[in-house]
């Protein structure tokens, strides 16, 4: 690009007119997942709320204190969870080495995150149209804008003083400009080039994995072994880039969940199968992970049944990197339900515009 680095790219030609598409309602449905998850980590943890906002540090005042310590009256649910993931803490039998255990643990969970995904399955064919929402100023919202960034055509302002804006403003979402080049490459409809998939669906099911693993380990005790159904009404490609946001933070497309359902084998043939016929072609690959290795399957890895918007159908394996004792214990959540929903910019929010 010859234009430096704080350059506005000029203004393109008008932003075509999106066609009418019927819109994908996948807002429906509350996603609680998130909120379970933080609520739950709270109720772990000995402070109340407040005292915890007091920690953010941001306006507590010089030389406050950290909230005293809680009394000892017995283990916490924390020591629990700490004693089920390291061992007995230090002064009881055992516990001499409770913190070279914990540095074994996080070598452990390091090796392993190292350790990839196996792909047992994959389908994908030329993506259709994708639905796209209303098209709106990328910064107001407006309806109907009538430009289109000139360097990725993607995104689209209702003036040159919104595009401007955009492109240079700070704040928790980064604006448009560290996103450009990835909006160009990926196009409109965005397309996801074949050698980018893998990495891309890895890098969502690591993203998931506090959700997945304890879902899928939960699952398995109540209801026998199966795999993780994860089915989104969105594309790889738009699951995959940064979204676009109103300067308060408002997602300006629509939102992207994801469903993850517990499967059974005899699920997937009857049921499953029914309803999704172009699936078939998995089931080699989800009969040999269920049935390949000896009775460990579900134990120390999830099998993840993908099938995604954009046609994308894959089975692919992924170790589980926690303890199973913590995992049980996160997997309470989700007593009784066979399926949860999960809003992709929920749990990848914290990791954008770093
Ligand atoms: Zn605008
Ligand atoms: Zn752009």
Redesign the pocket.
């Known amino acids: 690009m010859s234009s430096s680095d704080g350059a506005v ?1 000029a203004e393109a030609a008008p932003a075509k007119p999106e066609k009418e598409s019927p819109g994908v309602d996948v807002a429906t449905g509350v996603d609680k997942a998130m909120d379970d998850f933080s609520q739950r980590l709270r109720s772990l943890s000995p402070y109340g709320d407040d005292e915890l906002r007091a920690g953010d540090g941001a306006e507590r005042p010089a030389g406050d204190a950290l909230p005293p310590p809680l009394p000892d009256d017995g283990p916490t649910p924390m020591d629990e969870l700490m004693r089920e993931a390291f061992g007995p803490p230090d002064g009881e039998e055992g516990g001499d080495d409770r913190a070279a255990r914990g540095l074994k643990k996080v070598a452990e969970l390091e090796d392993a995150a190292a350790a990839p995904p196996r792909w047992l399955h994959e389908f994908a064919p030329e993506p259709p149209e994708e639905a796209t929402a209303p098209p709106l100023c990328w910064r107001c919202g407006a309806n109907g804008p009538r430009h289109t ?1 000139a ?5 689209a302002y209702c003036s040159r003083e919104c595009q401007k804006a955009d492109w240079g403003k700070r704040g928790a979402f980064g604006g ?1 400009k560290p996103a ?1 080049a990835e ?2 490459r990926l196009g409109r409809p965005p397309r996801v080039p074949g050698e980018d998939r893998r990495p891309l669906l890895e890098r969502l099911l690591a993203q998931l994995r506090l959700y997945m693993w304890p879902f899928a380990v939960r699952q398995i005790e109540e209801r026998g072994r199966g795999f993780v159904f994860l089915q989104s009404e969105v594309s790889l490609a738009t699951l995959g880039l940064p979204a676009p946001r109103s300067p308060c933070g408002r997602l300006l497309e629509h939102r992207r969940s994801l469903i993850l359902h517990h499967v059974t084998l005899a699920e997937f043939d009857g049921e499953i199968c029914d309803a999704f016929p172009g699936l078939g072609g998995a089931r080699p690959a989800l009969a040999a992970a269920l049935e390949g290795d000896g009775g460990r399957a579900g134990a120390g890895e999830a099998i993840v049944l993908v099938r995604l918007a954009c046609g994308l159908v894959a089975v692919v394996v992924t170790p589980i990197l926690l303890d199973p004792g913590v995992l049980r214990r996160m997997g309470e959540e989700y007593a009784g339900k066979d399926c949860i929903q999960i809003d992709v910019d929920e749990v990848a929010g914290t990791e954008q515009g770093g």
Do not use: D
């Open positions: 790219p960034c360097q990725c055509g993607v995104a448009h450009c909006y160009k």
